[in-house]
């Protein structure tokens, strides 16, 4: 169901386009351009591209509305008296799009207030990976503090100490990185500690 929610979002505009558009070649090339938008933020949706995904549903509703203003524009170059159906057409695409946008604008704020809250860990992907030889045996999130964050337990297969696990994966030092462009300002910090035991390989926020 989210599949099918998430894919008509990313095909509305097109959609939107093929009521107002009046020009076959700009229309087919404005057509092309969003369906092109559409193609990329479902493969966001569905894990894909690895970006954040509320910072492109953000951009790409920001961005497609212009898009189709620019092909309306030059359309109008062609043709100075459009159809009295056409304004209706043009006005309800207007509406529609300014609603997409706000709803998506509304929907990253309180993504944005959720996540100051620090109330969840990142996910199993920011997590590094596993070079051959050494396995997960344990993963979960914990939370303090600090914050909340997600921790597993490895192993060697071929006898490899600590220090040399940790090598390997290269993480003798806390790594961090940005974790999103524009709603998401929070750094995903990824790293490893000896416990005496077992080598643990940690990602956390870091606001």
């Known amino acids: 169901m989210l599949t099918m929610l998430g894919i008509l979002f990313a095909v509305a505009p097109a959609v939107i386009w093929v009521t107002i558009a009046r020009t076959r070649p700009v229309g087919f090339a404005i057509g092309g351009a969003l369906l092109a938008g559409a193609s990329l933020l479902v493969c966001v949706q569905q894990g894909w591209i690895d970006v954040p995904r509320p910072d492109a549903h953000l951009v790409f509703t920001a961005l497609a509305p212009l898009l189709?203003?620019?092909?309306?524009g030059l359309e109008g170059r062609h043709d100075n008296s459009p159809p009295p159906k056409w304004l209706s057409r043009r006005n309800g695409a207007i509406g529609f799009l300014g609603m997409q946008f706000t709803l998506t604008l509304v929907a990253g704020l309180l993504y944005a207030l959720m996540i100051s809250e620090g109330s969840d860990a990142p996910s199993s992907k920011a997590l590094p990976a596993l070079p051959p030889g050494i396995t997960m045996v344990e993963e979960g999130t914990s939370c303090g503090?600090?914050?909340?964050?997600?921790a597993a337990t490895v192993i060697s297969e071929d006898g490899r100490s600590r220090p040399e696990i940790i090598r390997e994966l290269g993480l003798q030092q806390e790594d961090c990185r940005a974790s999103g462009w524009l709603l998401d300002w929070r750094d995903v910090c990824v790293g490893a500690r000896d416990n005496a035991e077992n080598v643990i390989i940690y990602a956390r926020w870091d606001y």
């Not at 189709?68 to 309306?72: F, L, V």
């Not at 503090?145 to 997600?150: A, F, I, L």
């Open 68 to 72: 189709i203003a620019c092909g309306a």
């Open 145 to 150: 503090s600090g914050g909340c964050w997600r």
